[in-house]
C-alpha cells in the first residue's frame, strides 16, 4: 500500500473527498501536509464537482449536529422502528424505504443559519486544487465502472473523470479504489483519534 | 458625527423593535445603530479570516463527527440514499 508521503514533487493527482475531510477535521497530518503541497504547487491536486458536492454535504451535516439540531446519522439497520410508523403506508413483503438519514433537508431553515461549512468550501474554489469539469460521457464510464469493479456512484464519477483527464493517481482514505486496475491509490496512514 | 437616514423594514420586526426600545429603555435609533455595528464588525471578521487551502489547515472549529474514520470510508454523503 502505498502512502501520500510516496507522492512525487510534480505529480497531477486526484484528492478524494476523504482526504480533504480528514485535513479539515485535523486527524491526519498526511493529509494536512498533502493539502500543502497542493497549496505550495508542488503537487497539482485535482477535485470534481462531486468531490465538492460530497465535502459540502459532510461539513452541512457536521455543523448542524454540533449545533445540536440534527440526530446523528443513523444506520440503515436502524430504520426498522422508522417502518412502523403508522404515518407511513406499509411496505410491500421484501419492499426497501429509501429516505436521507438525516433531517436537515426538511429543515431550510436550519440551513440557512449555517457558515462554516459555506466557507470551507469556498476555501476549495480558491483557485488552488484544480476542479474538473464533468461531461455526460463521464456517466456513461461511471455505470461501466460500477459494473465492472463495484463502484458507487461519486467514486465511480470521479475514476472516470480522472481517468479522462489522463490522471492515474489518487489519494483516498477509501479503499474503494484499491481494486480499480491501472490506478495508484495512496493512503493517509497516521489517523489521530483526536483533534 | 451622526447622519439622518431613512429605510423600510418588515412590520413585524419593528413592533418588536418598538417592544425591545420600551422595555430597555433605549431609542429606537440606538438599537438600529447596535445592530448595524454588530453587522458591519461580523462581516469584517468574516473578510479578515484565512482564505483558500489556509482555512481548511486551521484548527476545525467544529467537534469531530462521533464516527469520522468510518463516516466517510463506509458512507460517503453522495452515495447514501
Known sequence: MKSLTDIRNGTRIFLDTSILLYARWGISPACRALLKRCQGKAVQGVITPFTLADFCTSRMAQEAQAAGFTQEPTPLLDFAEDLADASEPPLPPGGLRFRSTLDLSRTPQIIRNLTIYADDTRALLSGELEIASVHPEDFLEALFLQKTHGLLTSHSLNVAIARRLGLNEIAAADPAFDSVQGLIVYHPQDFQATQ | ?81
Do not use: H, W
Open chain 2, 1 to 81: 458625527m451622526k447622519r439622518k437616514i431613512g429605510t423600510v423594514v418588515d412590520e413585524a420586526l419593528f413592533e418588536d423593535v418598538k417592544t425591545l426600545a420600551f422595555q430597555e429603555r433605549r431609542r429606537i435609533a440606538d438599537i438600529v445603530q447596535i445592530a448595524l455595528t454588530d453587522y458591519v464588525q461580523r462581516a469584517k471578521a468574516r473578510r479578515s479570516e484565512r482564505v483558500g487551502l489556509d482555512r481548511l489547515l486551521e484548527k476545525d472549529p467544529l467537534p469531530l463527527p462521533t464516527d469520522a474514520l468510518g463516516y466517510v470510508i463506509a458512507d460517503p454523503p453522495f452515495n447514501r440514499p
